[in-house]
C-alpha cells in the first residue's frame, strides 16, 4: 500500500534511464552518473516508516472492531425480527424493522466514512505515506548529492533489468533516515 507511492514516483526515472542506454554515444559520453535504491526494503526497515505503519494498523484493527460491533447488531436484531415476527404486535414488529434498517444504515454508513474511497482510512494512509516519502525523498536527494548522482531509481518498482551492486543506495539512505529517525531511535 504505502510503499506503491515511493514506487510510482520513482518509476518514472527508469524511463530516463532506458532512454540514456539508447541514446547515442555522444549524448552517453556525459557518465550520468546513476544509482538505485530499493524502497520495498526501505520501508521493513526504516524505523519510522514501521511505527507509521504499526500506528495505521492499530487505527484500521479499531475501525475493524467498531465494525464487527455494528455488523453483530444488525445480525442480532435480523434474528429477533425473524425469531419474534410471529409473536409480535404489528406496532411492535414495525418497531424492531425499523430499528434493523436503522441498523443496516448506520452500519454501511460506517464501512463507507471508513473504507470509501474518500473514508477516515485512506486519509489517515495518505498522511502516514507522504510524511514517510518525504523523509526518505529528503535523505535519498542528499545522498544522492553525496555521490554525484544525476538519476536514483527503485529497484522495488521493477524497472531495473540490471545494476551494479555498488550503485545500491539503500543502506546509505537507511542510515541517513534512521540518524534523523523521530522516534530517536538510530540504527
Do not use: C
Not at 557518465?31 to 520501508?43: H, K, L
Not at 410471529?86 to 434498517?101: G, P, T
Request: proline share 2%; charged share 30%.
Amino acid at each position: 500500500m504505502t510503499r506503491h507511492r515511493l514506487g510510482r514516483a520513482l518509476a518514472a526515472g527508469a524511463w530516463v534511464v532506458a532512454l540514456a542506454a539508447m541514446a547515442p554515444p555522444a549524448a552517453r559520453a556525459a557518465n550520468t552518473q546513476v544509482g538505485y535504491i530499493d524502497s520495498a526494503r526501505i520501508f521493513t526497515e526504516f524505523k519510522d516508516a514501521k511505527d507509521a505503519q504499526d500506528r495505521f494498523d492499530r487505527q484500521v484493527q479499531g475501525w475493524r472492531d467498531e465494525a464487527a460491533e455494528k455488523e453483530k447488531a444488525v445480525h442480532q436484531l435480523r434474528d429477533e425480527v425473524r425469531d419474534q415476527s410471529a409473536i409480535l404486535s404489528a406496532a411492535k414488529r414495525q418497531e424492531k424493522e425499523e430499528a434493523l434498517q436503522r441498523a443496516i444504515a448506520d452500519y454501511e454508513r460506517f464501512i463507507q466514512e471508513v473504507w470509501g474511497p474518500q473514508g477516515r482510512a485512506a486519509s489517515a494512509n495518505e498522511q502516514a505515506t507522504s510524511e514517510v516519502v518525504a523523509t526518505i525523498r529528503t535523505a535519498v536527494e542528499k545522498v544522492a548529492g553525496e555521490r554525484g548522482l544525476q538519476l536514483v531509481v527503485d529497484s522495488a518498482s521493477g524497472f531495473i533489468i540490471y545494476a551494479d551492486r555498488s550503485l545500491d543506495l539503500t543502506a546509505d539512505v537507511l542510515v541517513e533516515l534512521n540518524s534523523r529517525s523521530t522516534s530517536g531511535s538510530a540504527h
